[in-house]
């Protein structure tokens, strides 16, 4: 299966094993630093390695940790900077049409299946990865604004009871 067939299951549709196994392959594509043998079968171990020292590239500052490649583990820890960069990162990546185009925007998957920014003003103006966990609510993604400037964010609720509606007037802010 070709990675440009796999990302939007990921991104724009939330299958988490799809995500799963994307997080495994990347995990084919390195080397564990105290083995010889590289993760020619990828793993969970393997592919926390691939994506930890990607971040590392990007010079994330903020403690994050990895353990699965779905966000549905409460081990999982990023901040909203460390996404933030990242999403700024594949702004200006080579691909970065193919990164945004994959992701949920009004249109199409979990933002239009649970009706986010359905007002005409936000069409072609986000693209965003949902996220929620019992007492957390995540969006993440790229808007553009009155200025038709391209921008990165992301907003994570942890412990409090932050509606998707409440999260989505902040990034309403941002667009209008």
């Given at each position: 299966t070709a990675l440009?067939?796999?990302?939007?299951?990921?991104?724009e549709r939330s299958l988490?094993?799809?995500?799963?196994?994307?997080?495994?392959?990347?995990?084919?594509t390195v080397k564990l630093p105290d083995s010889t043998a590289s993760g020619r079968q990828g793993s969970w171990l393997t592919g926390?390695?691939?994506i930890e020292g990607f971040l590392t590239k990007l010079r994330i500052s903020d403690k994050y940790y990895i353990d699965d490649g779905s966000g549905l583990s409460r081990k999982n820890l990023i901040s909203s900077r460390g996404l933030t960069t990242l999403l700024a990162h594949m702004h200006s990546h080579k691909h970065a049409n193919i990164f945004k185009d994959a992701m949920a925007t009004p249109q199409n998957g979990t933002l239009?299946?649970?009706?986010?920014?359905?007002?005409?003003?936000y069409q072609a103006r986000i693209y965003a990865k949902t996220g929620h966990l019992t007492g957390v609510n995540?969006?993440?993604g790229y808007v553009k604004t009155k200025g038709n400037r391209w921008l990165a964010f992301a907003i994570i609720t942890n412990q409090w009871s932050a509606?998707?509606?409440?999260?989505?007037?902040?990034?309403k802010a941002v667009i209008d």
């Open positions: 440009l067939d796999v990302l939007p299951d990921v991104t988490y094993l799809a995500a799963a196994w994307l997080f495994k392959t990347l995990g084919t926390r390695h691939a239009a299946k649970r009706k986010r920014f359905n007002d005409q003003k995540a969006l993440a509606t998707n509606s409440m999260i989505d007037n902040v990034v």
